[in-house]
């Protein structure tokens, strides 16, 4: 789901948010944040490649 002011996205945060937190006490998640602009984020994950599918698959921002 792209970065953007959408009703959709905006609802799917809190889940979002909570699932990232989920990741980083999980040792998977390294480190997060938006953009300036707010037009994304970086996410730094300590995963393999099948792992970080399963994880981008599963987010509420992108599922």
């Known amino acids: 789901m792209p970065f953007t002011p959408a009703p959709e996205r905006l609802a799917a ?4 948010c ?8 999980a040792g998977e998640l ?7 602009d ?3 984020a970086l996410l730094v ?5 099948v792992r970080l599918d399963r994880i981008l698959a ?3 921002h992108t599922a």
């Open 13 to 16: 945060r809190p889940a979002h």
């Open 18 to 25: 909570e699932r990232l937190t989920t990741l980083r006490e």
């Open 30 to 36: 390294v480190a997060a944040g938006p953009w300036a």
């Open 38 to 40: 707010d037009t994304g």
């Open 45 to 49: 994950f300590d995963v393999d490649r």
């Open 58 to 60: 599963a987010d509420p």
